[in-house]
């Protein structure tokens, strides 16, 4: 992960834990369902997916394999810094697309909303770039974690304010490639080290 700095740690218990919190059976029926929507809504476009490094790889490959019609796929990457508890609203761009989005239909496609700090820039920036149109699709939601003022339009799952892995999702690099959803708890002696990484 590449926002420990500024994002919420796991919280601390006697050993390292994951507890599931969204099955691999309910992500796929859940994405299946997105996919449903998102067609549904643009019957006859081509739609041109772009996930946002790295979480989002398993949400997108996924979420695309099930969305019928004409669909292409492009990657964008993007870091936050800053120290302290809260984002500095910092986002720079780490790896840009490869090819233009103007005059696509354009899903941003994101593993979890929280903080709002990257979508708010993902979006500026794709604005400028003039798609026919700008939509977002995010795997997971955190409401209680917003500070920026963006929603997104088609969304799996709201979850609690807790710490997540799998599915993308990491910790520290970690828990990537869990096909579950679940939620981090570390042993109070790693939590320390792991804050370095
Ligand atoms: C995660 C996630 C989103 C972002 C959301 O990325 O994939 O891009 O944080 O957080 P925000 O709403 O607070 O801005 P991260 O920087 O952890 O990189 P990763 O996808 O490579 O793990």
Known sequence: MAKLAKKQQPKQKNEED????ISRSRLQRRITEMAREI???FPNEPLHLVGVLKGAVFF???LGQQIPGDVSFDFIAVSSYGVGTHSSGQVRLT???DSSIEGKTVIIV???LDTGMTLQYLLRIFDQRKPKCLRVAVLLD???RRIAAVQADYVGFTIPNEFVVGYGL???ERYRNLPDVGVLTLPTVATNAAKVG
Not at 18 to 21: G, P, Q
Request: aromatic share 4%.
């Open 110 to 112: 994101e593993d979890i």
């Open 39 to 41: 067609r549904k809504d």
């Open 60 to 62: 997108l490959t996924d």
């Open 142 to 144: 955190k409401p209680e």
């Open 18 to 21: 994951v507890r599931i919190l």
């Open 170 to 172: 990491d910790y520290a």
């Open 95 to 97: 790896r840009d697309l």
